[in-house]
């Protein structure tokens, strides 16, 4: 038997979205009865979404250059909830929990924020220092996702994180929520598929976990 864990959010007017970023909108497109197609204007980085090296290097690689398994992966969740308003999240943190981790995996860092998603205060998110990203890139993560809006500090307007993930070749997934669903240090089968967007520097998907349990 599967079990399956929804990780994305809805996407629709008067989400949340980082300051600044494109507004959702949705338009009726006229069709005659009983057909209906629906025009929508959004950011590559809206709702839950992939990063690209191209979202922040001029010359880096966009997100259709990336073969489709790229997008595929194990999944283990880092947990470290509890922390304060714009807290980094230290080396400290997850070197401890990074005992059972193997190179090429995922790391899905749980924050609890997504509970704050629609609030003012999920603009206030922990962030991943920068030793910790060390870590990261040194264990081998080949993807690091969070359940928050930003990897870098959101209020600070650093960008220190995704320059040295994405110089990494490391994707970046944020805006994660139901991470609360999957036990830490535990491998699970994670599909976070993004739309192919000709050259562009990422896109939203649709993040899937998933795990086999006993007849």
Known sequence: MMVTFELSH???????????????????????????????????????????PAHVFPNGKT???????????TGYVLDVTGLAEATPITAAHILPQLEGFHPGWFALVRTGWDVYWGTERYLHHPYLAEDAVAALVDAG????GIDALN???????TSATHERLLGADVLIVENLRGLAALEAQQPYRCAFLPLRLRGLDGAPIRAVAWRDTAP
């Open 10 to 52: 809805e996407i629709w007017e008067g989400m949340t979205i980082f300051p600044g970023d494109p507004e959702p909108r949705f338009s009726p497109h006229p069709l005659p009865p009983p057909w209906r197609v629906t025009a929508l204007h959004l950011g590559t980085h809206t709702g839950t979404h992939v990063d690209a």
């Open 63 to 73: 997100i259709d250059e990336y073969p489709v398994d790229r997008f595929l992966g």
């Open 141 to 144: 993560a080949s993807l690091v």
């Open 151 to 157: 990897v870098d500090a959101t209020q600070s307007g």
